[in-house]
């Protein structure tokens, strides 16, 4: 029902009726499975059908706790060698639906595209997460703040900051073992979901929130994954909201910084300073991210559309109306219900997507070689994926390397899919 709708709906059975039917709407949290097999159907010609001795389907696979995980399984008949790929933040497997039939066909993979816990068709509910709701008070002087566009579009630098010592050491207490619980919450999902069904080892492409997991996943279970492609993935970079800074050790006073423009640097503050008061204060209340989603019932499919049409059509390959609206229609769909993930990333992340442990501070135990891709136009900071990727190529028993999507942005996949299929196909070979 749309507010027109509602509006005439209104004028033919009077205000109180009509509230009462849109309450009934969008009250009813439930995920529909409906437009998830209306999108895989468009993408992938022999979902839930063989061809040529391909076969794409739903599959459910139990877990402990009275959980499950939902994927997306293509399976080929002439392959033992498994692809699995991990969505991001408030996404599934849909956001896949470009990629999977070319990892599919390229080497003749069997290929799984993961729903997390709490995402698309997978189980809503979890565990009761331990929490520290301390916002870091971060003190600068903001009529000096410059926006750095030549250097990335989301780089805004004042000349110093300031914590103060009573803040900071509130900030801290318990931050590990949150991030720890709520890291392991995913990564034992994911171990589980592999042994449950005997996968003994794996390709892994992850994208955002999944590749912040995903690299958790692979320093835990090193042997699991033969290779890693981490697209545009999330909390790389290092600020003063890691709680890994040696300077945290022993705080005896106020800490005051020059800023650094480098994402390898604890005095790095990148998008932080544009980020609004309102926006933070309810990041730090644990606001549910798609509560205005559910309020807004059917008006959120129109508004998913006028948001994200120009950043998905960059590519000719996502310009179809029918796709757009598929998709749009998938995500709204997948997102309605509430979900314990909804509010797990505000646990491990500042709001604005600064990392509390940063993927920088972990790579001394990453082995797994990786691919790491960014887009042109990507919100995410290349810079620290170059850096990443630095410190890997000087360690011993592992390597990387980065490329860059041309004209692709944070969702690359979707924006440049042939492009990217390209890149990882090739680095899986």
């Not at 709906?9 to 009934?24: M, Q, V």
């Not at 309020?295 to 109306?321: H, Q």
């Not at 996949?413 to 990882?424: G, M, Q, S």
């Amino acid at each position: 029902m749309s507010f027109i709708r509602f509006k005439s709906t209104a004028r033919k059975y009077g205000w109180k009726d009509s509230l009462k039917l849109w309450y009934n709407h969008v009250s009813d949290r439930r995920v529909d499975r409906a437009s998830h097999d209306k999108l895989f159907s468009m993408a992938l010609p022999y979902y839930d059908r063989e061809i040529d001795g391909v076969r794409a389907s739903t599959v459910f696979t139990p877990l402990s706790r009275n959980l499950s995980i939902s994927e997306v399984l293509v399976q080929n008949a002439e392959s033992k060698n498994h692809v699995v790929m991990l969505h991001g933040y408030a996404a599934s497997s849909g956001w896949w639906f470009k990629n999977i039939d070319s990892l599919a066909k390229a080497g003749n993979k069997i290929v799984h595209a993961l729903d997390l816990p709490g995402f698309g068709l997978s189980s809503r509910h979890g565990p009761s997460f331990p929490d520290n709701r301390t916002r870091l008070q971060i003190i600068f002087d903001e009529s000096k703040v410059q926006h750095l566009k030549h250097l990335h579009r989301s780089l805004y630098v004042p000349e110093s900051f300031t914590l103060k010592e009573r803040n900071l050491k509130n900030y801290l207490k318990n931050q590990h073992s949150v991030v720890e619980h709520v890291v392991n919450f995913y990564v034992e999902a994911i171990e589980e979901w592999r042994r449950n069904n005997s996968i003994p080892q794996f390709d892994l492409v992850a994208h955002s929130l999944g590749g912040y997991l995903g690299v958790a996943y692979c320093i835990k279970y090193p042997a699991a994954v033969r290779r890693l492609v981490l697209a545009s993935p999330g909390g790389v970079e290092r600020s003063p909201f890691a709680i890994t800074n040696p300077a945290y050790r022993n705080i005896t006073g106020d800490i005051t910084m020059a800023c650094s423009y480098s994402p390898a640097d604890y005095s790095f503050l990148g998008r932080y300073p544009s980020i609004k008061p309102g926006f933070q204060a309810l990041w730090y209340m644990r606001m549910p991210t798609f509560l205005l989603l559910r309020l807004l019932g059917p008006v959120a499919v129109r508004l998913l559309m006028s948001r994200n049409i120009e950043k998905f059509t960059r590519s000719k390959n996502f310009s179809d109306a029918a796709e757009l609206d598929a998709f749009a229609r998938y995500v709204y769909h997948t997102n309605v219900a509430a979900s314990v993930s909804e509010t797990a990333i505000m646990r491990i992340f500042d709001s604005s997507t600064m990392a509390k442990v940063p993927i920088l501070d972990r790579l001394e135990n990453l082995k797994t070689k990786s691919l790491w891709i960014y887009g042109q136009h990507d919100f995410m900071f290349s810079d620290a994926g170059r850096a990443a990727v630095n410190s890997l190529n000087k360690m011993q028993g592992t390597s990387a390397e980065m490329k860059i999507v041309n004209g692709g942005g944070h969702n690359m996949y979707l924006d440049k899919p042939a492009e990217f299929n390209r890149l990882v196909v090739d680095f899986l070979k």
